[in-house]
């Protein structure tokens, strides 16, 4: 292996900010949607790489609460390349093995988007393999506002962090170890932000539709070289 990774240490969360899939199109002269497709081919291809690893859980952001902002032709596009990706995809997700999660609130997208998650649920609901949450019109701050009048409603007085996770959309999943976030940009947009206390954050210059599984290995023998000491010392 290139970068020496270290396969008894894999973590066991990986969560991705997957970034510039419009800078990549643009660059090519190509439409923004290009970028978006170009990004969901190499989705495939960590989707691959995680589960030959031994990663647990893989999450990535597909569509934020605030990208419904983008021309509705983006919009449009991305949620007919969830249904594209489905199509193409989920007999091998199966086969390997893979479970499908979707985190937020996907009760308002389209019905034709929303018909295909609900194919991906049920046919790898039973599979123990990678688990591949999809975060769709998801955002941390709405999650945990959603998770607050969870705990209202009810009843609860005395509100634990153990009750505020367990309402999450995460609830049962370890934290992610590491966010991998492309295209240079360093900040968590509203991704995990309960969840990333302790995260470590991996960067990496690459566009999306560029992040090869090689790229993944080297972000993750980053990942695998930081002193991770969750507030404590050695
Ligand atoms: C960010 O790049 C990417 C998105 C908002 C969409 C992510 C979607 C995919 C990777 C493909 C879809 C896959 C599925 C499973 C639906 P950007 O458009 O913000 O890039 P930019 O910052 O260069 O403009």
Redesign the pocket.
Known sequence: MEYNLDMTRIPRHVAII???????A?ERGQI?LQ???A??E??CGIVRHSSDIGVEYLT?????TE?WK?PADEVSG??K??IK?VKRELDELNRNNVRIDILGDWSIIPEDSADSIRLALATTEKNDGLKLN?A?NYGGRAEITRAVNMLIDSGKKNVTEEDISACLYTAGMPDPDVIIRT?G?SRLSNFLIWQSAYSEIVLTPV??PDFTPSEYERCLAEYQSRDRRFGGHK
């Open positions: 997957m970034d510039g899939n419009g800078r990549w643009k923004r970028g978006h497709l990004g969901m190499a989705l990535v952001y597909a569509f934020s990208n983008r991305i949620f390349l969830l990706f999809i769709l295209s940009e566009y999306w």
